[in-house]
């Protein structure tokens, strides 16, 4: 078995994590409103590079509730 494998069932972690989860979730939001915003500019103006950069800082608000919540989860410990 490998590393991730181990001890998949941490619910202490999951609750642990939830208020902050829920924070990420805010973000992601925010980060759907960037990342939209930002392909429009991009699609308008193809030429600016710091709409790319802006898009993937977007991308990363919006994967930020599932990153947030693997982090707890493998702090604890089984």
Request: with cysteine.
């Amino acid at each position: 078995m490998s590393s991730d494998d181990d001890c998949q069932c941490r619910p202490l972690g999951f609750l642990l994590g939830l208020p902050f989860a829920l924070i990420s979730l805010i973000l992601s939001l925010i980060g759907i409103v960037i990342w939209i915003v930002g392909i429009t500019l991009s699609c308008l103006c193809p030429c600016c590079l710091c709409v790319t950069v802006i898009v993937e800082l977007a991308l990363g608000l919006i994967k930020a509730p599932f990153h947030v919540m693997r982090w707890f989860t493998k702090q604890i410990p089984c």
